[in-house]
């Protein structure tokens, strides 16, 4: 919102050729603002890209011990089939 009545300060002020003092401290703190705006999107999409790997990564280990799950369940179920066919042998 700030930034916004800057920027609409600052053309109003560029059309009427009508600077003041203050006009150089307000495109001082506007060129602050947008370079702290830089700042935090380059952080946010470093962030984001950091958090789509660890997605990635999560993803592929959770379908990797899904996998053993579905292995393991099918050898005990093997193994039970073949304990009762023992049990009915004997």
Do not use: H, W
Request: charged residues 30%; negative net charge; aromatic residues 4%.
């Amino acid at each position: 919102m700030m930034i916004d009545y800057l920027l609409t300060d600052l053309y109003i002020r560029l059309m009427n050729n009508n600077t003041t003092p203050n006009f150089e401290a307000d495109l001082n703190r506007l060129e602050g603002r947008l370079d702290d705006l830089v700042q935090i999107c380059d952080r946010l999409q470093s962030e984001n890209k950091s958090l789509k790997e660890q997605q990635d990564s999560l993803s592929k280990e959770r379908a990797t011990l899904l996998q053993k799950n579905e292995q393991v369940r099918t050898r005990v179920e093997a193994m039970i089939i073949r304990l009762k066919s023992m049990e009915q042998g004997n």
